[in-house]
């Protein structure tokens, strides 16, 4: 069973930068992502990191946000810097997807979800 484990994120005043990571416990092909949910919305893919090593953003973290992954480690990051208020939201990370990096329901492993708050 792949199991996902994050770690990171907290509180962070707008401007500042906090790290997001997520280990994987056993190698499994495909796009890892990082989503995030607000109360009240739908979960929305923020970045995501494909195989082949492309990187894809959301629009509305990019110049702010870097997706990387290191291999040796099995680990994934999000970098997130100048953060906003409206960045505040549960940051979930997504392993397995074969198809759009876009599409939740074609991950097949999941992270718990960390909590990161931004206060203006």
């Known amino acids: 069973q792949v199991q996902l484990v994050q770690s990171g994120g907290g509180s962070v005043e707008a401007g500042g930068s906090t790290r997001l990571s997520c280990a994987v416990s056993t190698y499994t092909y495909g796009t890892m992502a990082w989503y995030r949910q607000a109360p009240g919305k739908q979960r929305e893919a923020v970045a995501a990191f494909a195989p082949d090593g492309r990187t894809f953003y959301d629009d509305s973290v990019k110049e702010r946000f870097t997706i990387s992954k290191d291999n040796a480690k099995n680990t994934l990051y999000l970098q997130m810097n100048s953060l906003k208020p409206e960045d505040s939201a549960v940051y979930f990370c997504?392993?397995?997807?074969?198809?759009?990096?876009?599409?939740?329901?074609?991950?097949?492993?999941w992270g718990q979800g960390t909590q990161v708050t931004v206060s203006s």
């Open positions: 997504a392993a397995g997807s074969l198809g759009s990096w876009v599409v939740p329901k074609l991950y097949k492993y």
